[in-house]
């Protein structure tokens, strides 16, 4: 990097941003270079836009992408509505937690599709340590006390034998 002296003096700097802060201690200006434009001055890409959930650790859940999900979705006796964060069972809105509504919201997105409980860690609780993988089983079996009639014998929140779980399917 070329930077020139207030006031005349030619200096020079090779270690980046480091040294733009140190440049600009020293009273220097970038030097103007004709050339390509550095990445550097690249535009931010926008942060993913997020809503709370409730209180805790984990209250953040992306908005769903497209106007589309938006609405109530119905599974079965369930009401799903992504874009107000609410689930309902027979017109009663049910208290999930935060973690138990990123599982729903995540699971139910992709119905019959199995995920593996290190795969859940990672999209859900956005870590990956596998001594944690009793975590999804806690989570599930809160839900599923919620969610289901009969917990025991789950009909949304399906265990897959040696593979994880997924979201239905659902009986007709």
């Given at each position: 990097?070329?930077?020139?002296?207030?006031?005349?003096?030619?200096?020079?700097?090779?270690r980046g941003e480091?040294?733009?802060?140190?440049?600009?201690?020293?009273?220097?200006?970038?030097?103007?270079?004709?050339?390509?434009?550095?990445?550097?001055?690249?535009?931010?890409?926008?942060?993913?836009?997020?809503?709370?959930?409730?209180?805790?650790?984990?209250?953040?859940?992306?908005?769903?992408?497209?106007?589309?999900?938006?609405?109530?979705?119905t599974l079965g006796?369930?009401?799903?509505?992504?874009?107000?964060?609410?689930?309902?069972?027979?017109?009663?809105?049910?208290?999930?937690?935060?973690?138990?509504?990123?599982?729903?919201?995540?699971?139910?997105?992709?119905?019959?599709?199995?995920?593996?409980?290190?795969?859940?860690?990672?999209?859900?609780?956005?870590?990956?340590?596998?001594?944690?993988?009793?975590?999804?089983?806690?989570?599930?079996?809160?839900?599923?006390?919620?969610?289901?009639?009969?917990?025991?014998?789950?009909?949304?929140?399906?265990?897959?034998?040696?593979?994880?779980?997924?979201?239905?399917?659902?009986?007709?």
């Amino acid at each position: 990097m070329l930077v020139r002296r207030k006031g005349g003096g030619l200096s020079t700097c090779d270690r980046g941003e480091v040294n733009l802060d140190m440049a600009a201690r020293l009273n220097l200006a970038p030097a103007t270079v004709p050339g390509p434009r550095t990445s550097g001055e690249a535009k931010p890409t926008p942060p993913l836009p997020v809503r709370r959930a409730g209180p805790g650790a984990d209250d953040y859940v992306v908005k769903p992408a497209s106007a589309a999900d938006s609405g109530p979705a119905t599974l079965g006796d369930l009401e799903i509505d992504r874009g107000a964060l609410i689930v309902r069972k027979q017109d009663e809105e049910l208290p999930l937690a935060p973690s138990e509504l990123k599982l729903l919201l995540f699971l139910s997105a992709a119905p019959e599709q199995s995920f593996s409980r290190r795969q859940l860690l990672e999209d859900i609780w956005e870590h990956s340590h596998y001594g944690d993988a009793r975590l999804v089983d806690a989570c599930v079996r809160r839900l599923r006390a919620k969610i289901e009639e009969y917990p025991r014998c789950p009909v949304y929140v399906q265990t897959v034998r040696g593979s994880g779980y997924r979201f239905g399917p659902l009986p007709s």
